[in-house]
């Protein structure tokens, strides 16, 4: 037995909350399946500046999961003590959108395939759920994860009306996937998905694949936590078998 799966498996004894009968992992996509975070988070940066708004990358994160109007509202409120009308959100997320775009395609996020197959190998359905809008998404995700995941229970920008931190979209991945809360595991890298996760009642593992301190995924609800997809892939099905 490996000494990291000791450690987790330390941790796993006190997590009563922890699914005895697991049916359904709900994935979110932005830092867990796709190394997307740093091109989100400079493209924020840049169009923000544009606007003479300031939002640094490092800020960046704390907001991920946000719809986009959500962002850019705590931005001028703060800065400009006003709210952004409908106009100059979308002139600032277009904005985002096309640097967003120039950067090259993200990467799959190493362990992110590793994970979801053996999440499968558990006989355990794995979804998306995502605030991302992409149109491109579902080829992204076929071309990256061909036939792993049920698409047909994706949950993706326009399927919500409020977003992350609400928990309304894990809520409906549970809907779509007939699996009560306490039969699924969220996977999550940021701290306003870890509250949606909580919120809707599941067990939530975080994957901090990015630059905050671990004690702020810790706070904001998570019940595991791991440093990235590969350590969480050489521990996922231990978790799903315990
Ligand atoms: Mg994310």
Request: glycine share 8%; aromatic share 8%.
């Amino acid at each position: 037995m490996c000494s990291e799966f000791s450690r987790y498996n330390k941790t796993l004894q006190n997590k009563v909350n922890l699914p005895a009968d697991c049916r359904l992992v709900m994935f979110d996509m932005d830092g867990v399946l796709f190394d997307s975070m740093p091109y989100h988070a400079k493209s924020w940066n840049h169009a923000m500046a544009d606007f003479g708004l300031e939002l640094s990358e490092a800020e960046a994160y704390l907001h991920e999961g946000r719809t986009g109007s959500g962002t850019i509202n705590i931005i001028t409120q703060r800065q400009l003590s006003r709210a952004a009308d409908e106009e100059e959100c979308h002139r600032i997320y277009a904005r985002k959108s096309k640097y967003f775009n120039e950067f090259p395609k993200p990467e799959r996020m190493p362990g992110a395939i590793e994970t979801v197959r053996a999440v499968k190998e558990c006989g355990v359905t794995p979804i998306i759920v995502t605030g991302s809008g992409q149109v491109s998404l579902l080829e992204r995700i076929e071309s990256n994860f061909s036939g792993l995941f049920r698409n047909e229970w994706m949950v993706c920008a326009k399927d919500v009306k409020y977003g992350k931190p609400n928990p309304e979209p894990y809520l409906m991945g549970l809907k779509k996937a007939g699996v009560d809360r306490s039969q699924a595991i969220v996977i999550e890298n940021a701290p306003l998905g870890i509250e949606a996760g909580h919120a809707a009642g599941c067990f939530v593992i975080a994957v901090n694949t990015g630059p905050l301190p671990d004690k702020v995924l810790m706070d904001s609800g998570a019940d595991l936590l791991f440093h990235s997809m590969a350590e969480l892939s050489e521990n996922i099905k231990n978790i799903l078998n315990r």
